[in-house]
């Protein structure tokens, strides 16, 4: 797009306000959007608008919320999918979070648990650049233990 492009003459003003779209709007497709001048001032307002009151009362009837609807299509749903897919129950919302936040696998926490090996120690060793099984299976040295291998006994 050139530089010219982005001005818009006061004959294309008034098209777009035959077309009942208004100079701010004009302006925003054009120098913001990066619309052509041609869909900027002749593309209506209504038909988006009747569609999104149309996905909006099919949102109502599946029962999903006004405000879900709106952000789901902010967020980049279509406007039939953000009405149509099922809001997930909190519970299910929760456990599947909680899936997503787990860092280790459960194979790990029972090597933790049998090993005695705690946590920080899992991550000290994984920062240290041990292997996830190693790190997690070799029990941590008493302080005796330390001792006799510190003295050389």
């Known amino acids: 797009m050139k ?9 294309e003003y008034e098209i777009a306000k ?21 869909t900027a001032i002749t593309k209506s307002v209504k ?14 009837q599946n029962d999903i919320p006004y405000p879900t609807f709106t952000t789901r299509v902010r967020n980049g749903m279509t406007q039939e999918e953000a009405a149509t897919k099922p809001v997930q129950c909190k519970k299910q919302w929760s456990a599947e979070m909680r899936k997503r936040i787990k860092r280790r696998p459960d194979w790990i926490n029972t090597n933790l648990k049998k090993y005695k090996v705690s946590v920080e120690t899992y991550y000290r060793r994984r920062r240290l650049g041990w292997s996830k099984e190693k790190a997690s299976t070799t029990r941590p040295m008493t302080k005796s233990e330390i001792g006799k291998m510190v003295i050389g006994k």
């Open 18 to 38: 035959k077309n009942d779209i208004p100079r701010r709007l004009v302006d925003e497709r054009v120098r913001t959007l990066c619309w052509d001048k041609e």
């Open 3 to 11: 530089l010219y492009d982005f001005y818009i003459t006061p004959d």
């Open 47 to 60: 038909a988006h608008k009747n569609n999104f009151e149309k996905w909006s009362a099919v949102a109502k």
